[in-house]
């Protein structure tokens, strides 16, 4: 007779599970991604605001950005990015989404299951990750842990921001850095060792430094009384310079982290998908890493920091345009407000993006 076989709940436990192990790996079977049709040059925004194209590009490597019509919310980017990943999967429901975003559509309830009922998966798990522009590789990590944990087979993972919605149209820095998009990818559960497998991951956190990037108004701490908040406090801010000295060090950290972790030699890794939030931030990052530039993704130039959009934007482009390729491995890495960070590295699987 066999013997009854241990289950989970039941097994000797050998301790908690290791850092960056996980019993079922998160492994990537589709891939999406969408931008708003409207695109604002670096020129048009020169007639309106005192900037130039040239000081855009040489000072952030951005060409132009989209940015969504009156009335589109990120949840409307975060449908047709989910949709589209949805598709590249092959179609097969999702048991739970995963919607990174720092622009909600609304501060309650979260924007993550209205997309879910608008993408028609019935009544699955859904809820938003708060993590600014680190808020995808948040999401992919709570969405392996969703997968490790046997809590769901299948996950869609979404990264959507609207960030022309919260920039004050009159400051010409974040008017010029920010765009609005959605990337999402779809995950199952599989094996450590095939190709498209998340992990491991490293992710951190700095809110001693939360006053860096704010949004002022619209939560518990300014109360609201019923009235508007001063225009300003409704406006995204941020200590640009600050932030770049901090992305530079905290990227470079995590991403050498994650390597560690993996066991693997920068000379191992094949692309680079930093978060796009400046041309220099990322030629910087990867210097101090020992990148060679060929291996750097830049998709910055087309869609500006996207935030939590940025780097699976980057990464369905660069897979649509070959420059990601099947085998290839991929480290992620993105910083952000909180301040947050967080790395993850994958050998890219065989799967079509769908833009
Ligand atoms: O997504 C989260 C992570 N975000 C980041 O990592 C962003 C990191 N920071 C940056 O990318 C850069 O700091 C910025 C692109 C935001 C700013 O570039 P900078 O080289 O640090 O410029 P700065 O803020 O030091 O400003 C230099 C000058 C200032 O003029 P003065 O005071 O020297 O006369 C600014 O007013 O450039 C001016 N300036 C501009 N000029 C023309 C700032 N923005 C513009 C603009 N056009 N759009």
């Known amino acids: 007779m066999k013997p009854p076989t241990p289950s989970r709940a ?36 020169a007639r309106r605001l005192d900037t130039s194209d040239d000081w855009i590009r040489t000072r952030t490597g951005i060409r132009r950005r989209h940015v969504v019509a009156p009335g589109v919310s990120t949840g409307d980017l975060a449908l047709q990015a989910g949709r589209r990943a949805l598709e590249s999967a092959g179609g097969a429901p999702v048991e739970a989404v995963v919607l990174a975003t720092t622009t909600p559509d609304r501060p309650c309830p979260a924007t993550a299951p209205e997309v879910a009922s608008r993408l028609g998966l019935g009544g699955v ?63 199952r559960s599989g094996d450590p060792a095939e190709p498209g497998a998340l992990g491991p991951f490293d992710l951190g956190s700095d809110g001693g430094l939360a006053d860096l990037i704010t949004v002022e108004a619209g939560g518990s701490r300014q109360r609201s009384t019923g009235r508007t908040a001063p225009a300003p406090d409704h406006y995204f801010r941020m200590d640009g310079k600050s932030v770049f000295r901090q992305a530079v060090l905290r990227m470079t950290e995590s991403a050498q982290r994650v390597l560690d972790r993996a066991g693997l030699r920068i000379d191992e890794v094949d692309r680079f998908v930093g978060h ?36 699976p934007l980057a990464l369905a482009d660069a897979a649509h345009r070959g420059v990601v390729r099947p085998g290839h491995r991929v480290l992620l890495t993105a910083f952000g407000g909180g301040l947050t960070w967080g790395s993850a590295v994958l050998r890219w699987p065989d799967c079509r993006p769908v833009l």
Do not use: K, M
């Open 10 to 45: 039941t097994a000797p436990s050998a301790g908690p599970v290791p850092l960056g192990a996980s019993p079922a790996a998160a492994v990537v079977c589709g891939i999406g991604a969408w931008v708003p049709p409207r695109v604002v040059t670096n020129a048009e925004l």
């Open 125 to 187: 798990p859904a809820f938003d990750v708060a993590a600014v522009c680190t808020g995808f590789v948040y999401a992919l990590a709570t969405a392996s842990g969703l997968i490790a944990a046997g809590l769901a087979r299948r996950v869609l993972v979404i990264g959507a921001d609207a960030f022309s919605t919260i920039v004050d149209p009159h400051d010409r820095t974040t008017t010029a850095i920010f765009g609005d998009g959605a990337g999402a990818v779809v995950l």
């Open 276 to 311: 796009q939030a400046n041309a220099r931030l990322l030629d910087a990052v990867a210097a101090r890493l020992g990148l060679l530039p060929e291996h750097v993704v830049r998709h910055i130039d087309r869609v500006g920091n996207t935030a939590a959009a940025s780097v």
